[in-house]
């Protein structure tokens, strides 16, 4: 499976402010998604990011508070703007390497605190 | 959209004892069921996975069935560990809904020594 990382691995912001994620994979893959989990929760997720075009969002989640990027096969930005404490969570990417594959691969996650 | 029910959300058990986790799914166009294991701290990792085509898979300690009439699939570990105590999610998705899962809430699972 593919190799991903993020950065970066916690934060600690203050309020009002924004913080972008990076998620970087070693190799092509033609799916990437983020998600959030909140602390003893499920995985909800925010956005499939889509390379050359705008994501698409999940009911509850908007680009204004949440921008993505997608430049290419093997990265992309999560930023999570105006940051309130509800905001504190975890942030995930994960991957899918074929557009018609189920599996579904994580990155290690952003630990985000907004005080 | 799909609708997926986990229990139980916490699940104690001895070391050497047998747990077993059970989802149910709404949406009858679902055909891919991975489970993934979280350890605290950690990522969501994929363990299993079956597809509406078997009704059973194993792997070592861990199996996994279906059955697509009842709409409900299932997680087995034999042999418990207490490396095995962790969260555990299931998930259903299908090519309908671009092959995105939907998770359950999870289930926590506690082996004791």
């Known amino acids: 499976s593919a190799v991903i990382s993020q950065k970066p691995s916690r934060d600690i912001c203050q309020r009002g402010t924004s913080l972008t994620i990076q998620c970087q994979v070693d190799?092509?893959?033609?799916?990437m998604f983020w998600y959030r989990q909140q602390p003893g929760q499920s995985l909800t997720l925010i956005a499939t990011a889509n390379q050359g075009s705008e994501a698409t969002y999940e009911s509850g989640f908007v680009i204004d508070k949440f921008p993505i990027s997608r430049p290419n096969l093997t990265f992309s930005t999560l930023t999570v703007s105006n940051m309130s404490p509800e905001d504190s969570s975890i942030y995930l990417c994960?991957?899918?390497?074929?557009?018609?594959?189920?599996?579904?691969?994580f990155g290690p996650g952003t630990r985000l605190t907004v005080t | 959209g799909e609708n997926v029910e986990q229990h139980p959300s916490t699940l104690s058990v001895q070391e050497g004892d047998s747990a077993v986790i059970k989802c149910t799914y709404s949406?009858?166009?679902?055909?891919?069921f991975p489970w993934y294991k979280q350890e605290l701290g950690k990522r969501p990792q994929l363990i299993i996975d079956i597809r509406s085509n078997v009704g059973e898979k194993k792997d070592q300690r861990i199996a996994v069935t279906l059955n697509k009439t009842a709409k409900h699939f299932s997680l087995h570990i034999t042999e418990t560990q207490p490396e095995d105590s962790a969260v555990y999610f299931c998930?259903?998705?299908?090519?309908?809904?671009?092959?995105?899962?939907?998770f359950g809430r999870g289930t926590s699972l506690i082996v004791h020594p």
């Open positions: 994960s991957v899918s390497p074929g557009s018609t594959t189920y599996e579904q691969y």
């Open positions: 190799s092509q893959v033609t799916m």
């Open positions: 998930a259903a998705s299908s090519s309908g809904g671009s092959y995105i899962p939907t």
């Open positions: 949406d009858s166009a679902s055909n891919y």
